[in-house]
């Protein structure tokens, strides 16, 4: 299998943490470990790409720390929902990630 180029840069974010809308109490938080490539996890890395609430809620979430229903690990998740991810490449995962973000701030709506 050919190294994932944008592997580094998705390591590079463990451990950080950006202020999405200070006033709601709203953060992103990225823990992310190499791994070893198993049958469950062959990307050869543990995710976890939170939106965390005022109150430490986990708002919207990306991971592969756990199998979900049907024994697929890369999944997304809400408040209310779990759904498979198709994981393509660090690159795309963040990508995604983000965009999930901005859909659930939009649907938010302003800050009052």
Do not use: C
Request: proline share 5%.
């Amino acid at each position: 299998m050919q190294r994932d180029r944008t592997f580094d840069g998705l390591l590079g974010l463990n451990g950080q943490v950006y202020v999405v809308d200070a006033k709601a109490g709203l953060a992103v938080r990225f823990d992310v470990h190499p791994s070893a490539a198993t049958e469950h996890n062959p990307h050869g890395i543990d995710y976890r790409l939170s939106l965390y609430g005022p109150t430490g809620q986990r708002l919207v979430g990306f991971e592969n720390s756990h199998p979900m229903r049907h024994s697929a690990f890369d999944h997304m998740q809400g408040l209310r929902s779990v759904r498979a991810h198709a994981y393509r490449d660090a690159a795309a995962l963040v990508e995604d990630f983000w965009d999930d973000v901005d859909a659930w701030l939009r649907r938010r709506g302003p800050t009052p």
